[in-house]
């Protein structure tokens, strides 16, 4: 295994897999959101949500969604604080890529998260969603803002802009 995790798409736009669907994930203390682009990188789509139980499950579940969708690398939200520093929340993130990396292949790519759990909440709520549907949801909507947020600095970069 190759063990790539990067800090950011900017540096490392080179690493990412072209017409291939990328997942993004919303890892939570209870749950990890996921959601999948299409194969073109362009829109991303809420797919799922785990229900977190040990390391070695969920992450046969990932890996299950990679290799059923033919994931090309994964995007996971880095939950930095407001101000752009680190908590224990990103220790946890960082440390659940680098087990990740110990069983695939793949890329993965760390994107800020700021504000993805408020825009999915703000974004529901607009949706008129019920408070027992949006907690259902909340997670891989979440991953689909994380994942979208990435598809969209990807064709920025790769234009050229």
């Known amino acids: 295994m190759s063990h790539k995790i990067f800090e950011s798409i900017?540096?490392?736009?080179?690493?990412?897999?072209?017409?291939q669907a990328l997942a993004g994930l919303d890892l939570g203390t209870k749950t990890i959101g996921v959601a999948?682009?299409?194969?073109?990188?362009s829109i991303a789509t809420p797919l799922h949500t785990i229900?977190?139980?040990?390391?070695?499950?969920?992450?046969q579940q990932l890996l299950d969604i990679i290799k059923e969708r033919n994931i090309g690398a994964l995007?996971?939200?880095?939950?930095?604080?407001?101000?752009?520093?680190?908590?224990?929340?990103?220790?946890?993130?960082?440390a659940f890529a680098r087990n990740l990396a110990q069983l695939t292949s793949?890329?993965?790519?760390?994107?800020d998260e700021r504000l993805s759990t408020v825009a999915a909440e703000r974004a529901l709520l607009e949706a008129d969603?019920?408070?027992?549907?949006?907690?259902?949801?909340?997670?891989?909507?979440?991953?689909?803002?994380?994942?979208?947020?990435a598809l969209d600095r990807l064709a920025h970069l790769r234009r050229g802009s």
């Open 10 to 19: 900017e540096d490392n736009a080179a690493e990412m897999p072209q017409m």
């Open 36 to 41: 999948v682009s299409d194969s073109f990188q």
């Open 51 to 59: 229900k977190r139980k040990k390391f070695t499950q969920d992450a």
């Open 75 to 94: 995007i996971l939200g880095l939950p930095l604080n407001m101000d752009g520093s680190e908590g224990p929340r990103v220790q946890s993130t960082r």
């Open 106 to 111: 793949l890329p993965i790519f760390l994107w």
């Open 129 to 149: 969603t019920s408070r027992k549907r949006r907690s259902e949801v909340i997670d891989h909507v979440a991953a689909g803002y994380i994942l979208q947020g």
